[in-house]
């Protein structure tokens, strides 16, 4: 099972690293093939496809076809101007998504959906000043400020507790982030 067989997903380059494939060796819902690759995040759909579908039906669309499957829940409100709506529906209905603690918010950045990087803690964002200021900005319209935001910040951890959520703008580059918290 090589990841370098693996179809490539423009907005997430790495689903195995992130965590939302995983070498499976079990028959996909939508193609029927075992491909040795299966989706571990849950789509959004009426039918239960927890490990269900693998990575080449959801690059192809089929998977999203035939079980009429979103895989990111993306609301008009999240999606900036400028953003054609052919990336919004790669992003829905053609990209694995993840899963976060609260609703995840998928990033855009210069009209375009940027690059998903996975689930980082403190250390992985410490030394990118651009998703630190991404962060603080985030925390900041959640008014969540001074000793509250450096507290939060220092805390985050990608296995629980607060999360921040890494992405990557494929056109200048820039890391873009944002947080959330278990509240259990």
């Known amino acids: 099972?090589?990841?370098?067989?693996?179809?490539?997903?423009?907005?997430?380059?790495?689903?195995?690293?992130?965590g939302a494939v995983e070498p499976i060796r079990s028959r996909c819902r939508s193609c029927g093939e075992v491909?040795?690759?299966i989706y571990v995040a849950v789509p959004y759909a009426v039918t239960d496809l927890r490990d269900a579908l693998c990575p080449w039906c959801i690059a192809d669309g089929s998977a999203a076809s035939t079980f009429d499957a979103r895989f990111t829940d993306l609301h008009p409100a999240d999606v900036p101007a400028g953003v054609p709506t052919?990336?919004?529906e790669e992003i829905v209905r053609r990209t694995?998504?993840?899963a976060g603690w609260d609703r995840e918010r998928w990033l855009f950045h210069c009209d375009d959906a940027a690059e998903y990087?996975?689930?980082v803690g403190w250390d992985e964002v410490a030394d990118l000043p651009d998703a630190v200021a991404a962060l603080e900005a985030?925390?900041?319209?959640?008014?969540?400020?001074?000793?509250?935001?450096?507290?939060f910040l220092h805390d985050l951890n990608p296995d629980?507790?607060?999360t921040a959520y890494l992405f990557r703008c494929r056109t200048?580059?820039?890391?873009l982030a944002y947080a959330d918290r278990d509240d259990d």
């Open 1 to 18: 099972m090589d990841r370098a067989d693996l179809p490539a997903f423009r907005y997430h380059p790495d689903p195995v690293g992130t």
């Open 96 to 98: 694995p998504g993840f």
């Open 117 to 119: 990087l996975g689930a």
């Open 160 to 162: 629980g507790g607060s």
């Open 138 to 151: 985030d925390l900041a319209s959640r008014r969540i400020t001074g000793r509250r935001a450096r507290a």
């Open 35 to 37: 491909r040795g690759w």
């Open 86 to 88: 052919a990336v919004v």
């Open 172 to 175: 200048c580059r820039r890391h």
